[in-house]
Structures are given as structure tokens and as C-alpha cells.
């Protein structure tokens, strides 16, 4: 098992099994007590969990890292599909979010000058230390939860762009309002931030189907494309195609 493995199957344990001691991680992952601390430094370095003596414990369920750590791995295949459709040289918006900031970490490890523009602080820290991307971080009003800038200052910012695309998250999903979030300021400032590209792209997991946020978020005929994992129905798919959003399944 690789590290990165080793690290998908301990997020996955610690989201159904919450604090737990280094020796059960250790079992589980039939590996030493030394590698899993050394996993957990990884982890714990990158704010994805907190390290306490023989233990490792999952952030503040309002942080964004505990949303990091929900669904890793269906995560990191969203953000490595989403990355075949991004080419060297582009400059895009990325929005706030666990997998989008995954999605930013992959262009950077396997694309060359790409421009972010972004209003996500989590985001831009996340890839600080990759010297082939330029981030552009929007100014605004900072939510400390998602670490994400909001509000009129932002709106105002992104009007200066114009590009082909923006990927951004979802909170949930409705048939009958589209895609939904939780936050109504984030809400208005993502509407502002799609009008600034040429085609918005959603980076959802399929759990996000089975739930509805509070908020209607982008309509359907606002949504060229959903990247998503193998978790989502035929019957949901079948519905999305059929008001036309193009639909990538990541494997």
C-alpha cells in the first residue's frame, strides 16, 4: 500500500470511527506504528486532522479540513478527472471548497503556468509551495470556517476577469431549484464569480445527491459540465443529461 493510499484508508476509518488511537490505525492498516505517525504528521501538517499524545482526532465539524477528510478518495479522482480538462497556459476561477483545493493541487503537480483566481485562502495556501502556478487571491470579506472571502469587496474583484472557466463545489442538490448551498453571502458572491467565465464546472461527490442545501445555488441551465464519482444514480445522471449538463464520471 502507498502512502497515499495508506492515507485515503485512514481519513475514510477516522470519518466513520472519529478519535483514534495510532495503535488501532496501525492494525487496521496492517502497517508499523512508526509509519502511521509518520502518516499522521503528513496529514496533521497539511491541517487535514489534529495529532493529540496516541491519538489522532478530525478538525472542528465546521472546518474545512473535517470536510476535507469526508469522502478523501472520491475527492481526489473528481480533482484528477477535472484536471484533463484544463491545458497548460489557462487562466481559471476556482471557488472555495475541500475539492477544489484537491483540484488545484493536482493542476499543479501535473500542468505547467496555469493562472488561479480564486477567492478561497484555504485554497491558495494549500498550493503555496508549487512554483509553477500564479494564484490570484480575490479580496473580501473572510468566512474563518472555509477560510473563503465573501461579499461585496469580492464581487466587485472578479468583475476585472473574464475567462472560459470556473470550477466550483456544491452544497446539494434539488430537482426543482438545481444545485444549493448552506450560505447565502457565499451564495450570491459564487453567482457574481460564474459570470465572469464562459462555462461553469461542478466538482461534486455523489453524497451531495442524497442532500439539499438551504439555499438555491445555480440553476440548472447555469451548469456546463459535473464532474462527480461512480456513486451517482442512473436516475439522477439521466435527469441532469436530459437538462443538459455533460456529466464526467471519475473512475
Not at 33 to 51: A, H
Not at 72 to 86: E, F, M, R
Not at 148 to 171: E, R, W, Y
Request: negative net charge; charged residues 25%.
Amino acid at each position: 500500500m502507498t502512502s497515499k493510499e495508506r492515507h485515503t484508508a485512514l481519513l475514510e476509518y477516522m470519518t466513520e470511527h472519529g478519535k483514534t488511537e495510532v495503535s488501532t490505525l496501525a492494525e487496521y492498516l496492517h502497517t508499523s506504528k512508526v509509519t502511521i505517525r509518520k502518516d499522521l504528521d503528513t496529514l496533521s501538517g497539511r491541517g487535514i486532522l489534529k495529532r493529540e499524545r496516541g491519538y489522532a482526532v478530525l478538525k472542528d465539524p465546521g472546518d474545512i479540513n473535517y470536510r476535507m477528510a469526508f469522502h478523501y478518495d472520491n475527492k481526489q479522482k473528481i480533482a484528477q478527472s477535472a484536471a484533463s480538462l484544463v491545458k497548460d497556459g489557462e487562466t481559471l476561477i476556482i471557488e472555495s471548497g475541500s475539492t477544489c483545493a484537491l483540484f488545484a493541487e493536482e493542476l499543479a503537480k501535473t500542468k505547467q503556468n496555469i493562472t488561479i483566481i480564486t477567492n478561497s485562502v484555504y485554497l491558495a495556501d494549500y498550493v503555496a509551495d508549487y512554483s509553477n502556478i500564479q494564484i490570484i487571491l480575490l479580496g473580501g470579506t473572510l468566512q474563518p470556517k472555509g477560510r473563503s472571502l465573501v461579499g461585496p469587496l469580492t464581487k466587485q474583484a472578479i468583475k476585472a476577469f473574464h475567462v472560459d472557466k470556473i470550477f466550483t463545489g456544491t452544497d446539494g442538490f434539488s430537482k426543482e431549484f438545481g444545485f444549493t448551498g448552506e450560505d447565502l453571502t457565499r451564495t450570491d458572491t459564487v453567482r457574481e464569480m460564474t459570470n465572469s467565465a464562459d462555462h461553469t464546472y461542478i466538482l461534486a461527490d455523489s453524497a451531495k445527491f442524497r442532500q439539499s442545501g438551504a439555499v438555491a445555488y445555480l440553476r440548472f441551465q447555469d451548469v456546463y459540465q459535473l464532474i462527480t464519482d461512480a456513486g451517482i444514480s442512473e436516475e439522477e445522471k439521466s435527469f441532469l443529461s436530459e437538462k443538459g449538463i455533460q456529466i464526467l464520471v471519475a473512475q
